[in-house]
């Protein structure tokens, strides 16, 4: 396309999946390496999750206990991590994250942001609550755990219908299913009500879903091989 590419990664990029270490380390390669002139990392609540679980904050132990269940799939990163540094049973901490991704990836996995605003178009992990200043809201910090709402937020964003005051808002975290519940969209990777949800629930589906966005524009674009029973 003419003029300057961005990717923005809507954050969630861990956990459930097979090959963490190596989604990760792809999520931290360069403008150059993904062919586009910048790039935008988001974190999403699992990433946030991780961070807090090898930290020694106050949320420390509530996070690691509910990244490492089996609903959130933690446990795979942690297994991959031991794999790669060769100690089976290393302890969760940040000494062993550094280790597994590297200086590099620790750092811009620490760098993620919690939106990214290009003209009047707002693109966050979990969405914006219309009750809320959106620049309040987006401001909460990562180390806020479920205060860093922007991260988590599906009912009283989903299911609001009065728009956001003409921001437009591009999100993941709700995987098809549950924005159906939500929304009443059949289709929920369609835009409307300010709102166009990225999220393919690829742990279930197999599928990765994605959007160009050019000239007012978008075109819903997904990677991947659709997940069978058995």
Avoid: C
């Avoid at 620490?110 to 707002?122: E, F, I, P, Y």
Wanted: glycine share 14%; proline share 6%; net charge negative.
């Amino acid at each position: 396309a003419p003029g300057p590419t961005r990717l923005i990664y809507l954050g969630d990029m861990i956990d459930r999946g097979p090959r963490n270490l190596e989604v990760l380390r792809l999520w931290s390669e360069d403008a150059r390496a993904r062919g586009v002139d910048h790039v935008d990392r988001l974190m999403g609540n699992h990433e946030q999750m991780l961070l807090l679980a090898v930290g020694d904050g106050p949320h420390a132990t509530k996070a690691k206990a509910m990244w490492l269940s089996e609903r959130m799939g933690g446990s795979k990163v942690l297994d991959e991590l031991r794999a790669a540094v060769g100690e089976p049973e290393a302890p969760l901490d940040a000494a062993l994250l550094e280790a597994g991704l590297g200086e590099g990836g620790l750092a811009r996995l620490m760098a993620a942001r919690s939106h990214a605003r290009l003209g009047n178009t707002v693109f966050v992990h979990g969405g914006l609550d219309p009750r809320v200043d959106a620049a309040e809201f987006l401001a909460r910090p990562w180390s806020a755990f479920i205060g860093a709402t922007w991260a988590w937020i599906m009912e009283g964003f989903l299911d609001w219908q009065g728009g956001f005051g003409g921001t437009l808002v591009v999100h993941g975290h709700t995987p098809p299913p549950r924005h159906r519940e939500l929304t009443g969209q059949d289709d929920p990777h369609l835009f409307q009500h300010d709102r166009l949800g990225l999220d393919g629930g690829s742990a279930r589906t197999g599928i990765v879903t994605a959007a160009r966005i050019e000239d007012g524009r978008y075109r819903i674009l997904r990677a991947g091989r659709p997940a069978t029973d058995g």
